[in-house]
């Protein structure tokens, strides 16, 4: 019920590609979904957000969709670069349980030049 | 912007000895986390605290502490440090909704 589970777990993708990486979940008491990414010797770094509210958000090259129905979330990396190669996570919380995060097991995306 | 720093980006330990990992946050925040990241295992959930001097377990507690005796700083504490607590350890800290990372502590135990 506490899980959130993503895939795939690594991701290959030519330059100018879109990305795409998939989360689903069980619990529907979640309220905020979160994005982190991730580069080598980092600390994670909030990419973007969405509430159950909205179904899409857009910054920039980054969207999350959102499907309330069928308990998934994906994010979309359009005209992926070089620099987008790090690994991505997705996450949910609610407020009953002190906003904790629970993660997603990670994706390690690659940009081929 | 929110800053969250940890004390020491690389930190080399030996078995038995006491570890002390701080976090500090710049925001007022009230909530602070301390994870560890294994690969293959992802990010998992030491401890939290939601107030000054007030903290609760989180998934793996086991072998840690923690203080927060000002609401900037949350320390954690290995006790006698073991092999199997080699890891980056991760601070975070609440703001609003969002929790903002620190770069992390690149412990080894030896």
């Known amino acids: 019920q506490q899980q959130v589970k993503q895939s795939p777990q690594s991701l290959i993708v030519q330059k100018g590609g879109i990305s795409i990486i998939n989360c689903a979940y069980e619990?529907?008491?979640?309220?905020?979904f979160p994005w982190y990414q991730q580069f080598p010797g980092k600390g994670p770094a909030l990419l973007i957000a969405i509430r159950p509210d909205v179904s899409e958000k857009k910054e920039g090259r980054f969207t999350i969709s959102f499907n309330k129905s069928a308990k998934q979330f994906s994010l979309h990396i359009m005209d992926s670069q070089p620099g987008d190669s790090a690994t991505y996570f997705c996450a949910a919380s609610m407020v009953d349980s002190s906003y904790k995060l629970i993660f997603g097991s990670g994706t390690r995306l690659l940009v081929r030049p | 912007d929110v800053k969250v720093t940890q004390s020491s980006r690389y930190l080399v330990k030996r078995t038995g000895e006491k570890v002390f990992l701080e976090c500090v946050q710049d925001m007022d925040h009230e909530n602070m986390f301390w994870y560890r990241q294994d690969p293959g295992l992802g990010l998992r959930l030491i401890y939290f605290?939601?107030?000054?001097?007030?903290?609760e377990k989180g998934d793996i507690p086991e072998g840690y502490s923690v203080s927060r005796e000002k609401k900037e700083r949350f320390s954690l504490i290995l006790e006698s440090a073991s092999t199997n607590q080699t890891s980056m350890y991760l601070c975070a800290s609440l703001g609003r909704r969002a929790q903002y990372f620190g770069p992390g502590t690149r412990l080894t135990v030896l």
């Open positions: 619990n529907t008491a979640f309220d905020y």
């Open positions: 605290s939601y107030d000054v001097k007030m903290k």
